[in-house]
């Protein structure tokens, strides 16, 4: 029997796109001639609560009765929330542009407790429309919603999670257990009814499940109890980076009541040998898969065929998710936060693995970090015209570990060559080699945004994280992308084991003072987690801290409990750090005092006052290597001569015209080099496949004329250095 096979993603992840593992199997899939189909059940979990039908239903059937004020306001407002949501979740799907002058007369939705914020946030939408204000107000409604659905209906409801907290280092299956034998909840019920017409339209013969979160587990299990008891023939697996970085050393038997196999890391051949498996019992042969044996967990890893190369793995395909159905929405005023939750994203990996691969609170030690392989920039472009064809997004979305610079450099150049008009954003290492020419390049072919860890802005923890940077460094190179027009956010941590008290107090004055010399855009603070695959969960004694305790659980095992030896409670740092982060992002509160943002004492910061002015003030070098490759963005110029006298003497000169996007601007030179100047610009411009070294040029020059360092640096050059004359 041919095997048909259902990939979904399980409540909850994101509202404004899909997560992108099941396309990426789908995609897989195709190349091999394997029947799929594919759901992203949280959006259509999602629309059918949200809607008139659904709110009725809603609140008809509230179990508790409203307690707070603001739920008892809420559901004496349900007409009108019932009267108003259809119109809202068309407007935030794109679909009903008009109905934001509506909302943002604020009379048009009932408002409860999140409006509350609305005072403080006015000025924040000063500068922004009237679209992406109504969007935020259209978002508060919706979490207003919510907040009556929590206290009244599902108290583990969350837009971007469900039941997290049953996920979150639940090193015992026990509760969670527990909880798939209570009565379904509403939301359970909701999710019951997708399933069931889609299970009886496709009639799979294995489900497959992909779990990428915490909050993603519950609804996970219960997708599969579902199956399990309705359908018990089909076979039902689950992956993604839940199981592959927390059910590593799975043993409790009770998971397998629920599904067949749990497979790791990449999925792509460990699914392919599960379908052999079921098409021929006989078979037996599995690739890291985790399976029930004479009533015992097992992992088998016997299959001798290796992982596909990423060349091999096909275009992730997004067809059967409903594409034109996500809702946009603005939830804070973060600009980095906003680019994740408002618009479509098509997903793409420019690389597997990280090329670092050494930072210590990663888990370097996985398959995911630790296997490094880059994808060819014209496959990558290849694979984004082919979505581009299908979904009719040209928004892209790399989610890399860390995307390379030399592969960066690669990509923009392939997608000028195409004359590809896409939009992309990615998360990188703040390397040195991200140059303002590089950033200009990348910027030139669509890219819009990059995120990067600065983690502790301190050399002493950045070394000992082994972050391969300095804040000065970084300093330099989010002042490369912010002048070229790239956002740029930053990901802090504080809590790292051995950080003191005042290595806090001055990571937040090194991040204030990025913020005020304006070359960081947005940012948020983590609190330092350890995780079980991590230089330091595997070797915390190198840290200076030590394990709460060894004992492996019997489901998930990745964050782990420590004590740090410094005593510190970084926990009462979190409120000052970020809500001092908001202001900065807003360009306010420069000048205050760093102790104005706690209610405890902390030091004074030993960072001099301008220590990121003077970094970025240093000289840069710039001397260019000979294999540096010299690249034009412009068009063709216009071409005048004309005769230059001076006491006696003439001249033959050329003006040369350029008209770029923004303005025109004019160079004048002599006739010779002005019309070297025109041959090469052709041989260089980015249009063309063959790319020309810095020696290349110069060796160009000299072949018809002298001095070339002397007209490399003259005025004419410089500018169109100004105007796209790269050197990379």
């Known amino acids: 029997m041919k095997t048909k096979l259902f990939l979904i993603t399980p409540p909850f992840t994101q509202l404004n796109t899909p997560y992108p593992a099941t396309a990426y199997i789908k995609g897989f899939l195709n190349t091999k001639g394997i029947e799929s189909v594919q759901a992203d059940l949280g959006i259509e979990v999602i629309l059918k609560l949200f809607s008139k039908e659904g709110l009725s239903d809603l609140f008809q059937s509230n179990k508790e009765q409203p307690i707070t004020d603001n739920c008892k306001r809420i559901f004496a407002l349900q007409e009108e929330y019932i009267k108003t949501i259809n119109s809202v979740i068309a407007f935030l799907q794109g679909k009903n542009p008009t109905l934001a002058l509506q909302i943002c007369q604020e009379d048009y939705l009932p408002e409860a407790s999140r409006f509350a914020q609305l005072e403080e946030l006015d000025w924040a939408f000063g500068t922004m429309g009237t679209q992406d204000k109504a969007k935020h107000l259209a978002t508060l409604y919706l979490e207003d919603i919510s907040d009556f659905i929590v206290e009244c209906v599902d108290a583990n409801f969350g837009f971007s999670r469900y039941a997290e907290r049953l996920g979150r280092s639940a090193n015992s299956f026990d509760e969670l257990y527990e909880a798939l034998q209570q009565e379904p909840t509403y939301i359970d019920n909701l999710l019951f009814s997708i399933l069931k017409a889609r299970i009886e339209t496709i009639q799979p013969t294995l489900f497959l499940i992909s779990v990428p979160f915490p909050g993603n587990l519950y609804s996970a299990f219960r997708s599969a109890q579902w199956v399990k008891e309705h359908f018990p023939e089909i076979k039902i697996s689950m992956g993604g980076g839940f199981a592959n970085t927390e059910l590593r050393s799975l043993s409790d038997a009770r998971v397998f009541e629920f599904f067949d196999f749990i497979t790791l890391d990449d999925g792509e051949m460990p699914i392919e040998e599960l379908i052999s498996n079921i098409e021929n019992t006989d078979y037996n042969s599995y690739k890291r ?91 990558l472009c290849d694979r984004m015209e082919e979505m581009i064809a299908q979904t009719g997004e040209n928004g892209f979305h790399y989610v890399d570990e860390a995307a390379p610079p030399a592969l960066m450099r690669a990509l923009a150049l392939e997608i000028l060559r195409r004359k590809l008009s896409v939009t992309w954003w990615t998360n990188i290492r703040f390397e040195k080699s991200f140059s303002k020419d590089l950033c200009l390049l990348l910027k030139a072919s669509g890219c819009i945004a990059v995120s990067g860890g600065l983690e502790v802005a301190s050399d002493r923890l950045l070394k000992l994280i082994d972050k391969g940077v300095t804040v000065e460094q970084v300093a330099k190179v989010t002042r490369n992308f912010t002048e070229a027009g790239v956002m740029v956010h930053a990901y802090l941590m504080y809590g790292y084991p051995t950080q003191t008290v005042q290595e806090t107090v001055d990571s937040l004055e090194m991040v204030r003072q990025l913020f005020e010399a304006g070359v960081l855009q947005s940012g948020f603070w983590h609190q330092f987690a350890m995780t079980a695959h991590s230089p330091v969960g595997m070797y915390p004694e190198k840290f200076g801290v030590v394990k709460e305790n060894e004992t492996i659980g019997t489901f998930a095992n990745n964050d782990i409990n420590y004590i740090d030896n410094t005593g510190i409670d970084h926990d009462k740092f979190s409120f000052g750090l970020k809500k001092s982060l908001f202001n900065f992002m807003h360009g306010i509160c420069f000048d205050y005092e760093l102790q104005d943002w706690f209610d405890f004492k902390i030091p004074k910061s030993k960072i001099t006052a301008d220590f990121i002015f003077n970094a970025l003030e240093a000289a840069e070098d710039f001397t260019i290597k000979p294999t540096a490759k010299i690249v034009w963005l412009g068009g063709k110029p216009s071409v005048e001569y004309y005769t230059k006298s001076k006491k006696g003497n003439s001249w033959e000169m050329i003006t040369l015209t350029f008209h770029d996007k923004k303005e025109s601007f004019s160079i004048q030179t002599n006739k010779n080099e002005g019309e070297w100047l025109i041959e090469i610009l052709e041989k260089i411009a980015v249009s063309n496949i063959k790319i020309y070294s810095f020696q290349e040029v110069k060796t160009d020059f000299e072949t018809h004329l002298e001095d070339f360092e002397l007209f490399w640096y003259s005025k004419p050059i410089t500018t169109l250095r100004d105007f796209g004359l790269l050197v990379l």
């Not at 029930?292 to 275009?315: A, F, I, W």
């Not at 594409?323 to 793409?348: A, C, F, Q, T």
């Open 289 to 379: 898969t985790f399976l029930l044996e004479n009533g015992k967990v097992v992992y088998k890893n016997n299959s001798t065929k290796p992982d596909y190369k990423q060349s091999q793995v096909g275009t992730p395909d997004y067809s059967d998710l409903l594409l034109d159905k996500y809702i946009s929405v603005i939830e804070i005023v973060n600009p980095m936060h906003r680019m994740w939750s408002d618009g479509r994203w098509n997903k793409l990996t420019m690389a597997h693995g990280c090329y670092w691969g050494k930072c210590t609170f990663c888990d370097i030690s996985l398959d995911y970090i630790k296997v490094y392989e880059p994808v060819a920039a014209s496959l």
